[in-house]
């Protein structure tokens, strides 16, 4: 059984900055892609940032201010997030690709203005 569990979210001014982890465990060779959706209020759900052997891939609208990571020992995903902006406001779930896709509980991130 694989288990992602996510850290990091909270509430925070716009122009603030947040970390996000996700830490996965259980039965695990190897990942493939790591990243990040989101989903925010009334909102379809939103791809973020991925991972895949050092390539990393971002959605328009966080170039620039997010930036992802991943650490294999640790089998975990970090997605570091600077000058937020009250449209960061979402629900935010990692993944990983094992190739099978699981995913973490998601983690709330409320930017105020």
């Known amino acids: 059984q694989v288990q992602l569990v996510e850290s990091g979210g909270g509430l925070v001014q716009a122009g603030g900055s947040l970390r996000l982890s996700c830490a996965a465990s259980?039965?695990?060779?190897?990942?493939?892609?790591m990243g990040w959706y989101r989903q925010g209020p009334g909102k379809q759900r939103e791809l973020v940032a991925t991972?895949?052997?050092?390539?990393?891939d971002y959605a328009d609208s966080v170039k620039g201010r997010f930036t992802i990571s991943r650490d294999n020992a640790k089998k975990t995903v970090y997605l570091q997030m600077n000058s937020l902006k009250p449209e960061d406001t979402a629900v935010y779930y990692c993944y990983v690709d094992l190739p099978r896709r699981y995913w973490g509980q998601g983690t709330q991130v409320t930017v105020s203005s």
């Open positions: 991972i895949a052997s050092g390539d990393t």
């Open positions: 259980g039965f695990i060779f190897s990942i493939d892609v």
